[in-house]
């Protein structure tokens, strides 16, 4: 049975900002490689590079060098109109400070990814997906009106509303605390596990780590631990 192609693969990836100083490394000769259905943690200290990983892998930013294939194209050829393309159409992203519109309502935000595309009924399906996370009570809720827990929920329902082929998540729960946190990361890796799509999620949690399929470690911008099996 043939191997299916990953749907991330990076080789010798550099990402690099200029300073006043010169050119800042940020990463370093990085390799990776994501499986469909695969959830992969990604640790590491402070300022290693994880979300510049996570930037480079959603076509936020594009890399200095190396490869980068995600999703079956090449970003470090792509323009930035090509890369938010493909983020819109087929990527999700939940940040720790959740990225909420303000003025925008739970439902509207989490329409965000259908509206963008122009896909139509938008709304009927975000609706479904918050009710989905818990939240069909709050669709007329604005972002200041919820918990960060809820907050958080809308921000996961946004990035699972256009039923992605790959989702990012960088340190989720990292301004939860523990109980609201596991709910969080509860509903996201079971959401990964229905949807089939990929997971890349950066966290200092070792426990919500264990919890996928497979954890590496980044530091100074470079993998410096083997892939492993979680404990």
Known sequence: MPHADPLVALS??????????????????????????????VMGPSGSGKSSLIAV???????????????????????ERARTQLRRRAIGIVFQ??????????????????VLAGAPDAEAAAAAMLERVGLGHRLTHRPSALSGGEQQRVAVARAFVASPRLVLADEPTGNLDRR????????????????????????????????????????????????????
Not at 97 to 114: F, G, I, Q, R
């Open 12 to 41: 010798d990836l550099t990402l690099s900002y200029p300073s006043p100083e010169g050119e800042v490394a940020v990463l370093r000769g990085l390799d990776l490689t994501l499986s469909p259905g695969e959830a992969l943690a």
């Open 97 to 114: 400070s959740y990225h909420l519109v303000p003025a925008m309502t739970a439902l509207e935000n989490a329409a965000l990814p259908l």
């Open 57 to 79: 892998m959603g076509g936020l930013e594009r890399p200095t060098g190396g490869r980068a294939r995600v999703l079956g194209h090449a970003l470090e050829e792509a323009d």
């Open 180 to 231: 609201t946190g596991t709910a969080v990361a509860d509903l996201m890796l079971g959401l990964t596990r229905e949807s089939g799509a990929g997971l890349v999620l950066v966290t200092h949690d070792e426990a919500l780590a264990r919890r996928c399929d497979r954890v590496i470690a980044i530091e100074d911008g470079r993998a410096v631990a083997p892939a492993r099996e979680p404990a």
